[in-house]
């Protein structure tokens, strides 16, 4: 069979070298890929939200299966523009994908339904908004209401910094109409874990949890990222813990948007927090998370094809998935300057000793070189039988990769470790 995977980045990467193991698969297209994934897919350059193109290029190259992996296209409504022309997918459809489209949607949904999370209001026009801040709590923390590259959430520390915050979203509309409403939230503390799961609407599969470091700089100080590094398991997500999020937020988001008519289908990511008064949901996020996939796809045992298939037709049940018991922490290697201005265009070099997973994010190749392309360019991942050598495998590994002005964190797990060892 001939499939596709829609998107261009690490986390695509990780998909397509999981999915490179099911003999069944013959081509894997990547619309659009990026020149680091050359020897794993065939590259075809047709935009990721190029939905009309993405049609055709599955109606016309005999495509079997498409996996629809970020978040625009999902919200834009792929899935269905595939489906409707009998190509089967993996992704929820656009009705499911608001569940990250909208925050407005995703908190209304967790209160009508009693699912743990901050406390909100929701505004859609910036007058009553600041009128609210006036007496607001701080901290509190301001987010626009639709996509925003994962830059649509303010944590503001004064009234001040809120108001400020709403005039940037609401009147400036640095988002665009993603700001047209804001959600104004509960500030919550406590250490944040990511859970992606499989679910078909039926069945619900968490994955193995792990751990973002989404600010850019060591001791997640500097801007918010698209994601530093990550490490798997994650500490905090303790099997008590585990258990309380299946009962009180996994279970009932599935069978909330059963009953709101919007079955989901494909990878729902939880980003959690652990509160003092227990797990709550931060964001949901309608896809695999990156680069948490860069760490979580390497420790899945069972064949990720199979899972994507029974997803699609609702038989997840019928499958067993596997993790390993290894640990794995993955480095993203950046552009100095990520996440604002960074210059590109600089030969990418991997020692021919390097001995660890590379998930190629922004690249592309010319004149037979691989030339940096993007503010987070590679990921380097490890797999240890202990969290520790994960990580120090890592750091190893990324001394075995080079570019000009390249900038990663040097503390990846370090927290993690150190949960570890306050038991
Ligand atoms: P998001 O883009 O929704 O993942 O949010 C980015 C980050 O902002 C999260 O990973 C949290 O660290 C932080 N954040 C979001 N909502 C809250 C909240 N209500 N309280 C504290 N931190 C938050
Ligand atoms: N790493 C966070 C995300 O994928 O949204």
Same mark, same amino acid.
């Given at each position: ?51 009309? #193109? ?68 929701? /505004? ?6 600041l009128s609210y801040l006036e007496t607001?709590?701080?901290? !509190? ?10 830059? #649509? ?33 509960? /500030? ?9 799961? /499989?679910?078909? *609407? ?23 990222? *698209?994601?530093?590094? !990550? ?24 069978e909330a948007m059963n009953k709101e008519?919007?079955?989901?289908? *494909? ?36 064949? $990720? ?57 922004g690249a592309k190749e010319q004149d ?6 993007? #503010? ?9 039988? !202990? $969290? ?14 080079? /570019? ?20």
């Amino acid at each position: 069979m001939n499939i596709i995977v829609v998107g261009g980045g690490g986390r695509e990467h990780a998909i397509i070298k999981s999915l490179k193991k099911n003999k069944e698969i013959e081509t894997i297209f990547a619309l659009p890929g990026n020149g680091g994934m050359k020897d794993d897919a065939v590259l075809v350059n047709i935009s990721a939200t190029d939905i009309d #193109g993405i049609v055709d290029f599955a109606v016309n190259n005999n495509i079997g299966f498409a996996v629809v992996a970020p978040d625009d296209p999902l919200v834009l409504g792929a899935v269905d523009a595939l489906n409707a022309k009998g190509i089967p997918c993996f992704g929820p459809e656009k009705k499911a994908a608001i569940i990250e489209g909208s925050k407005v949607f995703s908190k209304n949904l967790m209160k009508k339904y009693g699912i743990p999370t901050a406390k909100y209001e929701v /505004f859609d026009n910036a007058a009553d908004a600041l009128s609210y801040l006036e007496t607001a709590p701080v901290p !509190t923390v301001v987010k626009a209401d639709g996509l925003a590259l994962g830059k #649509g959430v303010l944590i503001c520390n004064t009234r001040d910094e809120a108001k400020n915050a709403v005039k940037t979203i609401m009147e400036d509309k640095v988002f665009g109409a993603s700001g047209n409403s804001i959600v104004i939230e509960e /500030f919550l503390t406590g250490p944040e874990v990511s859970v992606l799961s /499989f679910t078909d *609407g039926k069945t619900v599969v968490p994955m193995i949890s792990s751990m973002d470091h989404k600010r850019a700089r060591d001791n997640d100080e500097g801007l918010n990222t *698209g994601g530093m590094g !990550t490490v798997a398991p994650n500490p905090h997500y303790t099997k008590a813990v585990a258990e309380e999020c299946m009962n009180k937020i996994f279970i009932p988001t599935i069978e909330a948007m059963n009953k709101e008519g919007r079955t989901f289908r *494909g990878c729902l990511y939880f980003g959690l927090m652990i509160t003092p008064d227990g797990p709550k949901v931060i964001e949901y996020n309608c896809r695999f998370g990156d680069p948490e996939t860069q760490v979580v796809l390497p420790l899945l045992k069972t064949d $990720l094809f199979e899972i994507m298939k029974a997803v699609s037709e609702e038989r997840l049940s019928d499958i067993n998935v596997e993790f390993s018991d290894e640990y794995a922490c993955c480095v993203i290697m950046a552009s100095d300057g990520y996440p604002q201005k960074y210059e590109k265009g600089f030969e990418i070099k991997v020692n021919d000793n390097f001995d660890a997973e590379l998930f190629i994010a922004g690249a592309k190749e010319q004149d037979g070189k691989l030339l940096t392309n993007g #503010g987070r360019v590679l990921g380097v991942t490890a797999v240890a039988g !202990t $969290l520790p050598e994960a990580v120090e495998k890592a750091y190893k590994e990324v001394e075995n990769v080079s /570019f000009d002005n390249a900038y990663y964190r040097s503390d990846i797990g370090k927290r993690a470790l150190e949960a570890l060892k306050e038991g």
